[in-house]
C-alpha cells in the first residue's frame, strides 16, 4: 500500500492490543449512513506507481513554460543559483514544520533570524517578520495592523493609489471589506505615471490610519515615496511601504523615505528566489518600526539563550499570535510560506547586496534596450514620462490582447495587458525584461512585434 | 555562527550575478540608495555549508518520527517534489496566456474535481494559501451568503472552546464576534448549549471533525439541523481531514464550506513552517460565492480560467495570483499516487496506529483525555498527574522526548485539557517508530519518578539546551547586529 | 572571482604572513619560460555567470534525450524513483570522498556495507567489493583475479564466449594484453544464440583459468550457466559470471549455478538506480568466494567495533591495495564509483527484492510483447530460439542502420544494430522494452517500423 | 541500525514498481530463481529516513574543511550538478544515433579542445574513469608507442619513492617492471640516481609536478631531456594539475602523456570515493594510440565519434561505453564557470593558500618536511616529533581534528616521510577557515604535551569513537547476517 508500512501481521497485532477484531471497527462511533461507498469515489482515478505519474507529469510541464518571459507584473525570472533549491529541498528544512520545538529545530529558527536580518537591512526597517502568505495579502495585513497600531488616528479608512498592483487592490478589498475599512483610491497622473500629488493634497488634514505608498509603482514608475510619506506622517497617517525587494538593492529603502522613513513595509518575496512556477509558492515580506512591533501579524523570531547560556534561537512575541491570543490575535496566520523564506535566505546570501545590485542594474538595463527597440516600431510609445525601474508602460498601435497573442504563437510572452485595469491607457502593456533576457531574445521580441503590428 | 559573522568586505559568490555592473540609467540620483545593505559577503561555498550544516540542526520527517497532533507530519514524497519541479512547471509564468498552460491548468482542474469527490462538496477553489486563509475564505463566504440574502442580522460565529486558535481570529478577521461553546467530558460538542447558542444573529458554525480533541463528533447531524434550522450554515476546518479521508465526507456530514490542509492530508511539505495550501469546497449554495479564480474546463476540451467576470459574486481574489501553484501541484501528484484506493487507506492506518499508541499508552499506565472514546487520527494524553504529583510537566515530558530521537507531540492543546499530548503518528510510521515512542514515553515516566531534576533540565544531546522563551521576550533581539 | 573567497585584504594579509610581496612570488622555483601567457590560453572561452552556463547547457540538453528508447545492450532505461538521487546527491555524499578516516565517514561506511549485503544477497555470493569502474573492466579485473587465485592453473589463458557483450569483450582485451594473457573466444551457436557446449567441450582437459559465463548474454539469450559452470569447475578453470543484477531478481543467480556456484561474479550495475546518462557514471559490481576475497580488488568494507566496543565500519583489507601494496596491488584501482553505489543501495532498498522483480518481469513481459509485435512484420523474425530475457535479436528485412536511423528520425530509437560486432547475423538488432516502455508507444514502433521496412 | 534491521517480511515501496506482478513467460523453471534475495523490505519513508540520517554522518565538503593532501577537495558548484543532470542529459542512451547527441557530442568535443589547450597537450581523449585508468590508458599509450616501432626490450617504467600507489600498480598491470628512485633531501628527485637508472631497458618515467611532496620539480627539463635521450617517455600523473592550472602546462615541461583528475582540478564531486574522469593527454607522437571513442567535429559542423576504425592504432575501448559522462559533463561545466581566467586563478589562490599555512604552522612550531620550498598547492607537515617525544602520532592528531570539526589531512603518505601530513587546503577555502584548522593543531599540539591520553583516545564527538581496524581485518564481517 502506497506510503503505509504496514503487514499484514502488524495490522493484526496492532489490533490485538487495541481489541479491535478490524480496522472498520475502529470507525465504530461514525454514525450510520455516512461512511462513504466505493461508488462515491469511483470518479476519482485509481492510484498510479510513481513511474506513470512521472510519465503524465512530464508530459503536462512539456506544454508549459515554453516562451521567452517578457512579463513581469510582480512576478519575475530573475537567475535563481542552483544551490539555491538544492540546499532548501533537504528533508531537513523541506519536510519539518513551524519550529514549535526550539531545541529541535535551531536550523530552521536560526536561518528565520538571518532571514529578519537581511530583510530589515534591505529595507533599512527595525524589524521583520517570518514570512506572510505573498504580497498582496501582506498590504491587506499591514492595512490591518495600521489601522491597529495608529494611535493617531481612529478612521477605519485608508489611502490606496491606483499604481499598487491591481491584483493586490483586489485581495486588499477581499480581506478587509468585511471589517468595514474603507479603502479610498487615489488617481495618478497620466502623463508621469506617478501618483497624482494634487489629488493627494486633497486629502490633507482628513482621518486615514494610513497611505500606501508602492515603489516602484505597477507600472515601473518611481514614486515621489519621499512627499508620499512626509505626507501621510504630517497628517497623522501611517506610511505603508510596497516594495520589490530587489528594486531595493538600489533604490532608496523604505526606512529611508522623507524625514523619518515608512513605518510599515510588505511586499513580494518572489524576486528573492522563488521560481516563477505559475504564480506561488511565494512569499510576502514585512517589516515595521521597532514602535509596531507588537502589532505585526506571523511569527517572529528572537535570539536567546539556553540553560548553559548558549545562543539560541526561538518564536517569540507570539502572545500577538492566533494560537495563544485567538481572537484578539494580530493576523489569522498560523503555517506561513517557510521554505520560500529559507530560499530567499540562501538567495541573499548568494547574491549578497552587490549581486542583488548587478541583478537588479541588469535588468532594468535590459528593459532600457527593450523599450528603445519597442519603441523604434512605428506607434509603439512609451505611456509615462515618470522615471521608471525596470519596468514599462508601452503604448501599442494595435489591440493588445490579440497582439499579445500573436506574439505568444510565436513563443515570445510579450508583456502584461493593461486594458483590465487601466481601460484608461488604452492599448497599453507593461514589459519587462529581466537580467535573463539575452540582446538577441531582445531582439527578435521587437524583429516579431514589429510584424504583428505591421510596422 | 550566524552566516553575518562570516561576511567580509568585498567577497561574493561572483558566479550568482551578471559579471559587470551595470549604471542605473534614467534613475535620478535621489531615488538611488546610497548606502550598501548590510547583507553577508560570503563566498558560495560558505554559503553552501553555512546552510548545509544549519539543516542538520532540525528534526524533520526525513531524519524523525514526528507525531504533531493537528499537522498530520506524513511522509512527503520524494516524486512530489521532483516533478512539481519539472523545468515546465518553474518557468510558467503566472501571467501566461492560456495557450501556454494547458499542462498546469489540467493538473488544477483534475484536482478541484478529485477533491469536490473526496469530500463530497459540490465546487472547489485552490486560491487559500493555508488552512487558515481557507477558513477566511470560507467564513467569507458565509457572509457574502447572508448578505446577499440580505440577512443582515447575524453578526456572530459559534466556535467549541476546543477549536483551533485560527478558527475564533478568522471569525474576527471576517468581522464576526465570536460565540464559543464548551467540550462535554467525553469530548463530544455540548449540544444543549449549542442550542442555546443559537438563534437569528447566528452566521454560523466552525467545527472540526473528527475534533480536536480527537474523536468523532457523533451528533454531528442533529448539530448540522440545530444550526441550518437556525439558518446558520456549517463550516468545517479541513484539519483533521486525514482522519476520514476516503472514509466519511463533510458533504455528507451536512457541512456547506469546508477547508483542507493539503500539506496536511495531501502530504504537500510543512517546509519548516510552509508553504501550505486550503483549498475550499462548499455546497450549492455557496457556488456562487467561491474566490477566484478557478480552473475551468473549456467545451473544446481545453483548460481555462474562471475569473470574476464568471463569478461575479465571488468573495474576490484572495492571493496576489492564482495560489500555491507549487503546492497545488504536489498535492495533485500525491492525488494520482494514491489513487481513491490509497485515499481510504489513508485514514485507515492513521486510525490503526492512533488507536494502537493510545491503547499501548494506556496499558502503560498513562491517562488518556477520553478513555471510553475511539481515538481518530490522533488523541490526547494527559500529564496532570504526572506535573502534580512529581513536578515534570508537559513540557519536561516534550523536552526529553528529543532526546530519545523523538521530536514531541503537540503540547498544551487544546487548551482545555490541561497538560496535553495531543499525538498524531500518520499512517506512514512503521510499528517500529510508534513502540520506540511508547518505550520512549514508559522510560521517561521511569525517569521522571527517579531522575525528575533531570528529566527537568533536558534536552542534552541537541545542538541547544532548554532555551529561555521568556528571555526571548523581554530582552528582544529579533536581528543581528555586528558588535 | 568565481569560487574564491578571498578579499584583496586578506591576501595582502596571507602574504605578509608568508613573506612574499606578491602571488607571482609563490611561483618563483619554477623555471625560466614556463609559465603559461595569456595567449597561451585564449582559445579557451572566458568564464561565464551560472545563468548564461545554465541557458547554453539547457539548450544543449534540449538536442538529446528525446526519442523513445527501445535499447539495451547493456544500459536500460529503468524507472529510478524520485528518491534516490534527491538523497544521494546531498552534500554529505555528494561532496566526500573515500572514507580514509572512518569515524568521520561513518555514513558512506554503513551504506557500503550495506550495499555489500545487498549485492552478496542477490548474487547468493560469499562476499562483495565497494565497486569497480563499470560492467566491462569488472570482467577485466574478474579476469586478472581468477588467473591470480586460481591455484589449480598456471595458465595465463582464459576462455572468453563470443556472447558476451563486444564491447566488454574489447575493454578486456585492452587491460588484459599486455600482461600477455590470452582471451580464447568461444563461439556460439547459431540456432540457439547459446554459448556452443560442443565447441566448449573441445577445450575439456586444458589449462584455462577461467571460463567467462555471461547470464543473460548480450542477445538476452539465456546461457546453460549449470553445464558451464560445471564444465569449467571440472577442468581446473574458475567461473566467472556476468550478470545483469536485476535479473538475478528473478533468474537463477550464480551463487546457485551448477553444483558449487560461480567463483567470481561481475556486472554493469547501471540497471540499480544509474539514469542512462550517455553512459556513465554507472558502475561495475564484484563478487566472489570468501576463498577468493585477499585477490579481490578494490575497496573492501568490514564491520568492526570502536574504543567502546559499539559497531561501526571501516576500510578493510586494504594491504591488497595499491596504496598499500604499490606494485604488489590486486589492481591500480583507487577512485571507484562511490556515488553510484550510493543511489544503487537506496535504489535497492525502495525496491526491494519484490520490486526488482516486478521491474525484471514486466521488462520481459514487455520485450515479449513487443518482439510478438515486429515479428508480425513481414521480414522481421526473431534470430534465435533460446529462452531470452528482456532482450531480443531480431533479422530485419532490410538495412539495419538505415532503418535505425529512419525510425529515429520518427523519434523511436528502434534498438542496437549487431551489423558490426555479428556480421554473421546479418541486418540484425538487438531490441529491449523495459517496464517503462507503455503499450502505445510498443504499438508506435511496431506501425513505424512497418511502414519504414515498407510491409 | 542497518537497513535490513528494519526489514520485515512483506513491506515495501508500493509506489516504487509496476502495480502488478506478471508472469515470466518463456523461461525455462530450471532457470527462474526459487528463494528471494534477502533484500531490505522497507516502506519508502524508511528507507528516505535511513539514508538521510546516514549521510549526516559524513564529512564531506559542503559541511566541513576537508585538506586532504593530494586529493584536491574543494567546493563543487552546485550549478554542476543540476546542469548535467537537466533531463535531456539523463535519457540519452549511450548508444543513441548522432542525430540525437549533437547536445551531448558538442560539450565533450568542446571539453576536449578547453583541456588541450590548458595543459598544452596535443590531442585528449575523456574516456578512463578515474586517475588510476588513465595511468592506465597513459602507460598502455607507452607501451604501443614502443611496440609500433618494435623497440621492444623496454621493460621497466621509473617512479619516484614518492610515487602515488597507483603509478606502480599501473605499470605492473601494463606489464612493466618497476624502478624507484629516491628522493632528495630537498623533495627532487634524485637526478643522479635517474641517470644511473635510465638506459636502453626503460620505457618511461611516472613523475606528477608539483610532486607528491608538494613541491615544484625544478629540474623537469632536465629529466625531460635524460628520459628522452634514453629513448624513454614522460608520463604526467596530473592529480596534482590543481598546482599549476593555467600557470605551468604538463605539455611545455616535456611531457608526452599526462592524466588529469577531472573530480580534483575540475572540480567534479568525490561522491564518497567517486566516479572520477581520468582524461589523457598526448604529445603528438601518442596522438595513435589515444583510447577510443573521442568526440569530433564533422566538416558540416556537426559533432560525431571517433572509434578503432578511425584509429586503428589506438590502444582500444577502455570503458564499456564512453567513459564516465556524468562527470566529464560536470568538469565541463565546472570549465565554462571558470574560464581561461578564473583557471588561473584555482593554482594561484591554492597555492597562496598552501603557503600560507605552512608558513603560519611552520610559526607555531611545526616541522615542515621541506621547510627551505615553496608549498606548492599542498605541503607536509611531519610529526616525527611528538610521536618520538610524546608518544602522539599523526594518526592521533588526525583524530583528534576530527573532534575540532576538520577533515583530517592525508595521513602516512607519502610514505617516505615519516608521520607526515599531507595538506592541501585548494583555492576554495577562506583564511578563517584555514585559521580554524591552525589553532586546532595549536590546541591539539597543548592537548599532545598535557594531556597525552585524551588526545590519544580521540575522536569523542563523533557518531563513534576510534575503529578497531585491526579486528576489522582479522575478524572478517564484510555483510549482514541475521542473527
Ligand atoms: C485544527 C486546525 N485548524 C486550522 C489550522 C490552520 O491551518 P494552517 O496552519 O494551514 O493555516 C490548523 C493548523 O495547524 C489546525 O491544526
Ligand atoms: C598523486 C595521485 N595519483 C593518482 C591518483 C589516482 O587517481 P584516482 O583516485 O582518480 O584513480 C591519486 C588519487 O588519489 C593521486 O593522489
Chains 1, 3 share one sequence.
Not at chain 1, 538600489?250 to 522613513?261: D, F, K, S
Not at chain 2, 520527517?61 to 499537522?71: E, K, N, V
Not at chain 2, 496576489?320 to 481513491?340: E, K, M, Q, T
Request: charged share 20%.
Amino acid at each position: 500500500m502506497p506510503f503505509i508500512p504496514h503487514t499484514e501481521e502488524e495490522v493484526q497485532a496492532m489490533l490485538a492490543d487495541i481489541g479491535a477484531s478490524s480496522i472498520d471497527d475502529l470507525f465504530d462511533e461514525i454514525p450510520e449512513g455516512l461512511i462513504v461507498t466505493e461508488d462515491d469515489l469511483k470518479s476519482i482515478p485509481q492510484g498510479l506507481p510513481e513511474m506513470d505519474v512521472a510519465r503524465l507529469m512530464q508530459s503536462r510541464a512539456r506544454k508549459d513554460g515554453h516562451g521567452v518571459c517578457f512579463i513581469g507584473a510582480g512576478a519575475y525570472d530573475h537567475h535563481i543559483p542552483a544551490a539555491v533549491w538544492q540546499i532548501t529541498t533537504r528533508g531537513e528544512f523541506y519536510s519539518a514544520y513551524t519550529p514549535y520545538q526550539a531545541e529541535a529545530s535551531q536550523g530552521t529558527l536560526q536561518l528565520l533570524y538571518e532571514y529578519q536580518s537581511m530583510m530589515t537591512a534591505l529595507m533599512d526597517m527595525d524589524v521583520s517578520n517570518a514570512s506572510l502568505y505573498d504580497g498582496a495579502t501582506g498590504v491587506a495585513e499591514a492595512i490591518l495592523m495600521a489601522i491597529r497600531g495608529n494611535r493617531k488616528s481612529k478612521s477605519k479608512r485608508v489611502l490606496m493609489p491606483r499604481t499598487v498592483h491591481p491584483a493586490y487592490r483586489k485581495v486588499v478589498k477581499t480581506i478587509v471589506k468585511n471589517q468595514q475599512i474603507e479603502v479610498v483610491e487615489v488617481p495618478f497622473d497620466m502623463a508621469t505615471g506617478q501618483t497624482d500629488m494634487a489629488a493627494l493634497q486633497a486629502y490633507a488634514g482628513e482621518d486615514y490610519a494610513a497611505l500606501v505608498i508602492p515603489q516602484p509603482n505597477f507600472f515601473g514608475v518611481l514614486e515621489d515615496v519621499a512627499g508620499m510619506t512626509d505626507f501621510a506622517h504630517a497628517n497623522g497617517m501611517l506610511a505603508i511601504g510596497v516594495v520589490n525587494p530587489l528594486a531595493m538593492s538600489v533604490i532608496t529603502p523604505p526606512g529611508q523615505w522623507g524625514e523619518t522613513g515608512a513605518d510599515i513595509v510588505v511586499g513580494e518575496g518572489q524576486p528573492l528566489g522563488a521560481p516563477l512556477s505559475s504564480g506561488g509558492p511565494y512569499f510576502g515580506f514585512m517589516c515595521c518600526t521597532q514602535a509596531l512591533v507588537r502589532q505585526m501579524p506571523g511569527r517572529i523570531i528572537g535570539k536567546t539563550t539556553d540553560l548553559d547560556g548558549k545562543d539560541g534561537y526561538a518564536l517569540t512575541l507570539q502572545a500577538r499570535e492566533q494560537h495563544i491570543r485567538r481572537s484578539k490575535a494580530t493576523s489569522n496566520i498560523c503555517t506561513n510560506q517557510g521554505l520560500l523564506v529559507t530560499a530567499a535566505t540562501i538567495h541573499m546570501s548568494l547574491l549578497g547586496a552587490e549581486g542583488l545590485a548587478r541583478a537588479a542594474a541588469s535588468s532594468h538595463h535590459n528593459t532600457n534596450s527593450l523599450v528603445e527597440q519597442l519603441t523604434a516600431i512605428n506607434g509603439v510609445e512609451q505611456a509615462f514620462s515618470g522615471a521608471a525601474f525596470h519596468e514599462r508602460v508601452l503604448r501599442l498601435p494595435a489591440e493588445a490582447e490579440a497582439t499579445l497573442q500573436l506574439l505568444a504563437n510565436q513563443d515570445v510572452l510579450g508583456g502584461f495587458n493593461l486594458k483590465d485595469d487601466y481601460p484608461e491607457l488604452g492599448d497599453a502593456i507593461l514589459v519587462c525584461a529581466t537580467e535573463q533576457r539575452t540582446e538577441d531574445e531582445i531582439a527578435e521580441y521587437a524583429s516579431k512585434l514589429a510584424k504583428v503590428v505591421g510596422a | 555562527m550566524l552566516i553575518f559573522e562570516q561576511s567580509k568586505a568585498g567577497r561574493r559568490a561572483f558566479a550568482q550575478s551578471p559579471a559587470t555592473r551595470v549604471e542605473l540609467s534614467g534613475i535620478p540620483a535621489d531615488q538611488q540608495r546610497k548606502d550598501k545593505p548590510a547583507l553577508p559577503e560570503v563566498s558560495e561555498m560558505q554559503a553552501v555549508r553555512h546552510f548545509t550544516r544549519l539543516s542538520q540542526k532540525n528534526f524533520s520527517i526525513d531524519t524523525q518520527f514526528y507525531p504533531l497532533g493537528s499537522c498530520t507530519m506524513k511522509y512527503n514524497p520524494r516524486a512530489c517534489n521532483s516533478l512539481a519541479m519539472l523545468p515546465g512547471f518553474l518557468a510558467r509564468h503566472p501571467y501566461a496566456p492560456d495557450s501556454h498552460s494547458q499542462g498546469y491548468l489540467s493538473c488544477m482542474y483534475d484536482l478541484q474535481e478529485i477533491l469536490k469527490t473526496v469530500t463530497g462538496m459540490k465546487e472547489v477553489s485552490l486560491v487559500p494559501a493555508a488552512g487558515a486563509q481557507g477558513e477566511f475564505a470560507g467564513v467569507a463566504m458565509i457572509r457574502a451568503y447572508h448578505d446577499a440574502r440580505k440577512d443582515d442580522a447575524r453578526c456572530e460565529i459559534i466556535v467549541p472552546d476546543a477549536a483551533h486558535g485560527t478558527n475564533p481570529a478568522t471569525a474576527v478577521m471576517c468581522g464576526y464576534k465570536v460565540k464559543e461553546i464548551p467540550t462535554l467530558e467525553d469530548g463530544d460538542v455540548d449540544v444543549e448549549a449549542l442550542k442555546a447558542a443559537v438563534g437569528p444573529q447566528t452566521a454560523g458554525i466552525m467545527l472540526t471533525n473528527p475534533s480536536t480533541v480527537g474523536v468523532f463528533e457523533r451528533r454531528i447531524k442533529e448539530i448540522a439541523k440545530i444550526v441550518h434550522d437556525a439558518g446558520g450554515l456549517l463550516y468545517y476546518d479541513g484539519a483533521n481531514l486525514n482522519a476520514i479521508l476516503g472514509k466519511v465526507r463533510p458533504g455528507d456530514m451536512g457541512f456547506d464550506v469546508i477547508h483542507m490542509n493539503l500539506h496536511k492530508t495531501f502530504s504537500t511539505p510543512h517546509g519548516g513552517g510552509g508553504p501550505g495550501a486550503g483549498a475550499v469546497g462548499v455546497s450549492a449554495r455557496l457556488i456562487p460565492h467561491l474566490p477566484v479564480p478557478m480552473a475551468a474546463k473549456n467545451e473544446d476540451g481545453s483548460y481555462g480560467w474562471l475569473t470574476e467576470e464568471d463569478r461575479p459574486q465571488s468573495i474576490g481574489k484572495l492571493m496576489g495570483f492564482a495560489g500555491n501553484a507549487g503546492v497545488l501541484l504536489r498535492a495533485y501528484i500525491y492525488a494520482r499516487l494514491l489513487g481513491r484506493e490509497g485515499m481510504v487507506r489513508v485514514s485507515e492506518y492513521a486510525t490503526l496506529n492512533a488507536n494502537y499508541m493510545a491503547a499501548k499508552l494506556k496499558k502503560a499506565g498513562f491517562e488518556l483525555a477520553y478513555p471510553d472514546r475511539r481515538a481518530t487520527h490522533e488523541f490526547i494524553v494527559t500529564l496532570r498527574k504526572q506535573a502534580k504529583n512529581l513536578d515534570v510537566n508537559a513540557m519536561d515530558f516534550a523536552k526529553r522526548l528529543l532526546d530519545f530521537g523523538f521530536h514531541a507531540p503537540t503540547t498544551y492543546f487544546p487548551i482545555h485539557v490541561p497538560e496535553c499530548f495531543l499525538i498524531e503518528p500518520t499512517e506512514s510510521e512503521a510499528k517500529d517508530a510508534l513502540d520506540g515512542f511508547i518505550e520512549a514515553m514508559i522510560a521517561i515516566q521511569k525517569e521522571a519518578e527517579t531522575e525528575t531534576e533531570m528529566v527537568k533540565g533536558a534536552p542534552y544531546t541537541l545542538p541547544v539546551r532548554r532555551l529561555d522563551d521568556v528571555k526571548a521576550a523581554r530582552e528582544l533581539n529579533l536581528k543581528y547586529q555586528p558588535s
